[in-house]
């Protein structure tokens, strides 16, 4: 059977082939997940962060404001240092996850830039 670490260079060969026959296209967030090697636990950190700033922007754009630089500034702030802004957004957006969202955020990316 082989020892842990044959084991573990097998899996990570055999991961990085897999990467090379899988279509960004149609889960760009996942493939992301995947290219920067990300736990169960760190992804759902990302998508719990997701879910908090979404409803937050909810709740804000209910109240009436029309600035959501903050949240911009949280979700740049506290994403996985492995993911990469834009790609990230990007990637979600595609993925049609938290669309409205994802959709101001990359909005503002814009005006920044």
Same mark, same amino acid.
């Given at each position: 059977?082989?020892?842990? /670490? &044959? ?6 060969? #055999?991961?990085? $082939? ?6 960004? %296209?149609?889960?760009?967030? !996942? ?6 090697? $990300?736990?169960? &636990?760190?992804?759902? /950190? *990302?998508?719990?962060?997701? /879910?908090?700033?979404?409803?937050? !922007? /909810? ?7 029309? *600035?959501?630089? =903050?949240? $911009? *500034? ?5 994403? #996985? =240092?492995?993911? =990469?802004? &834009?790609? %990230?957004?990007?990637?979600? $957006?595609?993925?049609?996850?938290? *669309? =409205?969202?994802? %959709? ?10």
């Amino acid at each position: 059977m082989g020892t842990l /670490e &044959e084991r573990i260079a097998k899996l990570e060969f #055999h991961r990085s $082939l897999l990467m090379e026959m899988v279509d960004e %296209t149609k889960k760009p967030f !996942y493939y992301l997940v995947i290219k920067a090697n $990300l736990t169960k &636990e760190e992804v759902d /950190e *990302v998508l719990a962060l997701c /879910e908090q700033l979404s409803k937050e !922007y /909810e709740k804000q754009k209910a109240e009436g404001l029309m *600035v959501f630089t =903050p949240l $911009l *500034v949280q979700f740049a702030g506290m994403l #996985h =240092p492995s993911l =990469p802004l &834009e790609q %990230t957004v990007d990637a979600l $957006l595609e993925q049609q996850m938290f *669309v =409205p969202l994802m %959709t101001e955020l990359k909005k503002l990316m814009k005006t920044i830039s």
